[in-house]
Protein backbone atom coordinates (compact mmCIF):
# COMPACT_ATOMS: atom_id res chain seq x y z
CA UNK A 1 0.00 0.00 0.00
CA UNK A 2 1.48 3.39 -0.65
CA UNK A 3 -0.75 6.46 0.67
CA UNK A 4 -0.57 9.53 -1.06
CA UNK A 5 -0.83 12.90 0.76
CA UNK A 6 -0.85 16.35 -1.65
CA UNK A 7 -0.68 19.91 -1.06
CA UNK A 8 0.29 23.36 -2.46
CA UNK A 9 -3.24 24.39 -4.21
CA UNK A 10 -4.67 27.39 -3.94
CA UNK A 11 -6.03 30.56 -5.73
CA UNK A 12 -4.36 32.31 -7.99
CA UNK A 13 -4.28 34.74 -10.94
CA UNK A 14 -3.79 33.97 -14.19
CA UNK A 15 -0.12 34.04 -15.13
CA UNK A 16 0.69 32.76 -11.36
CA UNK A 17 2.44 30.29 -10.52
CA UNK A 18 1.93 27.30 -7.75
CA UNK A 19 3.93 24.64 -6.61
CA UNK A 20 1.91 21.23 -5.63
CA UNK A 21 3.47 18.64 -3.53
CA UNK A 22 2.85 14.72 -3.11
CA UNK A 23 4.26 13.03 -0.12
CA UNK A 24 4.48 8.99 -0.76
CA UNK A 25 4.50 7.00 2.54
CA UNK A 26 6.44 4.20 0.63
CA UNK A 27 8.66 3.73 -2.75
CA UNK A 28 6.81 3.47 -6.23
CA UNK A 29 7.71 2.99 -9.44
CA UNK A 30 6.16 5.72 -11.64
CA UNK A 31 4.08 8.65 -10.41
CA UNK A 32 1.73 11.20 -11.89
CA UNK A 33 -0.58 14.14 -11.52
CA UNK A 34 -3.83 14.00 -13.11
CA UNK A 35 -6.55 16.49 -12.82
CA UNK A 36 -10.20 17.09 -12.71
CA UNK A 37 -12.65 20.16 -13.62
CA UNK A 38 -15.85 20.03 -12.65
CA UNK A 39 -18.08 18.75 -15.67
CA UNK A 40 -14.92 16.71 -16.98
CA UNK A 41 -12.75 13.82 -17.40
CA UNK A 42 -9.89 13.31 -15.43
CA UNK A 43 -6.72 14.04 -17.67
CA UNK A 44 -3.15 13.15 -16.95
CA UNK A 45 -0.65 16.09 -16.75
CA UNK A 46 2.50 14.48 -16.19
CA UNK A 47 4.07 11.65 -15.06
CA UNK A 48 7.29 10.42 -14.06
CA UNK A 49 9.01 6.54 -13.59
CA UNK A 50 12.18 6.42 -11.01
CA UNK A 51 14.13 6.43 -14.05
CA UNK A 52 14.05 9.91 -14.23
CA UNK A 53 11.90 9.71 -17.65
CA UNK A 54 8.63 12.19 -17.82
CA UNK A 55 5.90 12.86 -20.45
CA UNK A 56 3.90 15.92 -20.00
CA UNK A 57 0.16 16.45 -21.86
CA UNK A 58 0.06 18.82 -24.44
CA UNK A 59 -1.75 21.13 -22.39
CA UNK A 60 0.87 21.89 -19.81
CA UNK A 61 3.92 21.37 -21.79
CA UNK A 62 6.36 24.17 -21.57
CA UNK A 63 4.55 25.64 -18.39
CA UNK A 64 4.50 22.86 -15.92
CA UNK A 65 7.27 20.55 -14.63
CA UNK A 66 6.87 17.58 -12.76
CA UNK A 67 9.74 16.54 -10.04
CA UNK A 68 10.80 14.04 -7.54
CA UNK A 69 13.43 14.50 -4.34
CA UNK A 70 13.47 11.05 -3.88
CA UNK A 71 15.18 11.50 -0.15
CA UNK A 72 11.72 12.75 0.72
CA UNK A 73 9.49 10.55 -1.53
CA UNK A 74 7.89 13.65 -2.61
CA UNK A 75 6.87 14.61 -5.88
CA UNK A 76 6.45 18.27 -7.22
CA UNK A 77 4.33 19.91 -10.10
CA UNK A 78 5.40 23.33 -10.36
CA UNK A 79 3.26 25.03 -12.61
CA UNK A 80 3.58 28.34 -14.05
CA UNK A 81 1.83 30.83 -16.23
CA UNK A 82 -0.78 29.28 -14.98
CA UNK A 83 -4.70 29.81 -17.07
CA UNK A 84 -8.16 29.86 -16.24
CA UNK A 85 -8.35 26.49 -17.63
CA UNK A 86 -5.95 24.94 -15.16
CA UNK A 87 -8.95 25.35 -12.87
CA UNK A 88 -9.17 21.73 -11.58
CA UNK A 89 -8.57 19.34 -8.31
CA UNK A 90 -4.87 17.76 -8.86
CA UNK A 91 -4.55 14.32 -7.60
CA UNK A 92 -1.34 12.55 -7.34
CA UNK A 93 -1.02 8.95 -8.28
CA UNK A 94 1.46 6.21 -8.04
CA UNK A 95 2.27 2.97 -8.99
CA UNK A 96 4.50 -0.13 -7.77
CA UNK A 97 4.84 -2.00 -10.80
CA UNK A 98 7.23 -1.23 -13.48
CA UNK A 99 4.93 -3.66 -16.09
CA UNK A 100 2.02 -1.01 -15.24
CA UNK A 101 3.81 1.70 -15.58
CA UNK A 102 5.43 0.81 -18.54
CA UNK A 103 7.48 3.96 -19.89
CA UNK A 104 6.17 7.12 -18.26
CA UNK A 105 3.05 7.49 -18.61
CA UNK A 106 -0.60 9.51 -18.04
CA UNK A 107 -2.88 6.42 -18.45
CA UNK A 108 -5.02 6.23 -15.13
CA UNK A 109 -5.28 2.71 -15.35
CA UNK A 110 -0.87 2.54 -14.40
CA UNK A 111 -1.64 3.68 -11.16
CA UNK A 112 -3.07 1.44 -8.22
CA UNK A 113 -2.47 4.26 -5.58
CA UNK A 114 -4.42 7.88 -5.27
CA UNK A 115 -4.63 10.65 -3.17
CA UNK A 116 -7.61 12.55 -1.81
CA UNK A 117 -6.70 15.84 -3.85
CA UNK A 118 -5.51 19.47 -4.00
CA UNK A 119 -8.14 21.86 -5.38
CA UNK A 120 -6.04 24.69 -7.64
CA UNK A 121 -8.13 27.65 -9.26
CA UNK A 122 -7.06 30.37 -11.20
CA UNK A 123 -9.04 33.41 -12.06
CA UNK A 124 -8.57 35.86 -15.04
Known amino acids: QVQLVESGGGSVQAGGSLRLSCVASAYSYCMAWFRQAPGKEREGVAA???????TYAASVKGRFTISKDNAKNTLYLQMNSLKPEDTAMYYC?????????????????????WGQGTQVTVSS
Open 93 to 113: AAGRNPSMCGVATTRAYSYAY
Open 48 to 54: RNSDGTT
